[in-house]
């Protein structure tokens, strides 16, 4: 069974970092985009950044751009996201998430990392 | 990266059908086949049901189907079951090469 596991969230104060990271299972990333979506407490869905296979095409939403950096590593299977300048506003979970149905749809979703800003 | 718009809620008796709808623009929905949708129970993660339009990825019920037309992509759920009652999202992919998901409708099995 393929298997998506988030880790690294938790509390930090408006300004801070934290780095997320996402070990996969069961599925070998390599020829995969990875992508990282959120949703806040009680909202709806909002797809964060992603990352091609090759590293060559990496995209990051305008609410995160300049201050979030999306990596991986085939050779560990494993997405991270690090997150700078924190605002109260990136208060959500965090899903990491991939598939093999094309680079748009996403049918692996990992169990999601709650970070939360908060002074 | 204006989120698609999507009906807050619709609601259906068990055995009928209802189809939701997710609107965009020429620069999303409607300028790509690459509108996906998926279904999510309180507390759990997004599940995939309908990928580049129409497509279902294997395991999932024939009774979710999608199809679009213009800048309005739909997702129609028949003989409806009471699982079938969760949020439901759409997603487009961008001209900007971004996603951009719906604000999510929230399905009600009566």
């Known amino acids: 069974e393929v298997q998506l596991v988030e880790s690294g969230g938790g509390l930090v104060k408006p300004g801070g970092s934290l780095r997320l990271s996402c070990a996969v299972s069961?599925?070998?990333?390599?020829?995969?985009?990875m992508n990282w979506v959120r949703q806040a407490p009680g909202k709806g869905l909002e797809w964060v950044s992603s990352?091609?296979?090759?590293?060559?095409?990496?995209y990051y939403a305008d609410s995160v751009k300049g201050r979030f950096t999306i990596s991986r590593d085939n050779a560990k299977n494993s997405l991270y996201l690090q997150m700078n300048s924190l605002r109260a506003e990136d208060t959500a979970v965090y899903f990491c998430?991939?598939?093999?149905?094309?680079?748009?749809?996403?049918?692996?979703w990992g169990q999601g990392a709650l970070v939360t800003v908060s002074s | 990266q204006s989120a698609l718009t999507q009906p807050a809620s619709v609601s259906g008796s068990p055995g009928q059908s209802i189809t939701i709808s997710c609107t965009g623009t020429?620069?999303?929905?409607?300028?790509?086949?690459?509108v996906s949708w998926y279904q999510q129970h309180p507390g759990k993660a997004p599940k995939l049901m309908i990928y580049?339009?129409?497509y279902r990825p294997s395991g999932v019920s024939n009774r979710f189907s999608g199809s679009k037309s213009g800048t309005t992509a739909s997702l129609t759920i028949s003989g409806l079951q009471a699982d079938d009652e969760a949020d439901y999202y759409c997603?487009?992919?961008?001209?900007?090469?971004?996603?951009?998901f719906g604000g999510g409708t929230k399905l009600t099995v009566l």
């Open positions: 997603s487009s992919y961008t001209r900007s090469s971004t996603w951009v």
């Open positions: 580049d339009v129409s």
């Open positions: 069961e599925f070998t990333i390599s020829g995969y985009s």
């Open positions: 990352i091609s296979s090759s590293l060559t095409y990496i």
């Open positions: 020429s620069s999303d929905v409607g300028g790509y086949n690459y």
């Open positions: 998430a991939s598939g093999n149905y094309g680079d748009y749809s996403p049918n692996f």
